[in-house]
Nanobody
Framework: QVQLGDSGGGSVQTGGSLTLSCAASKYTTRGNCMAWFRQVPGKDPEWVARMFSGGKTTYYTDSAKGRFTLSLDSANNTLSLQMNSLKPEDTAMYYC?????????????????RGQGTQVTVSS
């Protein structure tokens, strides 16, 4: 069983920055997906950024592209999301997810392991 501990959320003003971190208790299956999702009340989680474990290519939603940077520290089993130029619409609970089935990486349900969430609030 892999445990994910996500942290780093907080409250910032528009234009501010936050770095979210997700520490895994051990390696997940190489080649499967790792991602950050976010969820606002009343809606399903939506993916924000993702990559394949052991890979280097990252993928972002249009809203995250150019502002967010996803990175993986394999030595420490930590997936990070650097978020810059934050906007009020980025306000959400953010979750990291690991061991997602390839071919379904944008689907919340495809991930075997998920963090407990960290709240990001951006005020105008």
């Amino acid at each position: 069983q892999v445990q994910l501990g996500d942290s780093g959320g907080g409250s910032v003003q528009t234009g501010g920055s936050l770095t979210l971190s997700c520490a895994a208790s051990k390696y997940t299956t190489r080649g499967n997906c790792m991602a950050w999702f976010r969820q606002v009340p009343g809606k399903d989680p939506e993916w924000v950024a993702r990559m394949f474990s052991g890979g280097k290519t990252t993928y972002y939603t249009d809203s995250a592209k150019g502002r967010f940077t996803l990175s993986l520290d394999s030595a420490n089993n930590t997936l990070s999301l650097q978020m810059n130029s934050l906007k009020p619409e980025d306000t959400a609970m953010y979750y990291c997810a690991a061991n997602g089935r390839t071919g379904s990486c944008i689907s919340w349900l495809a991930y075997e392991y998920r963090g407990q969430g960290t709240q990001v609030t951006v005020s105008s």
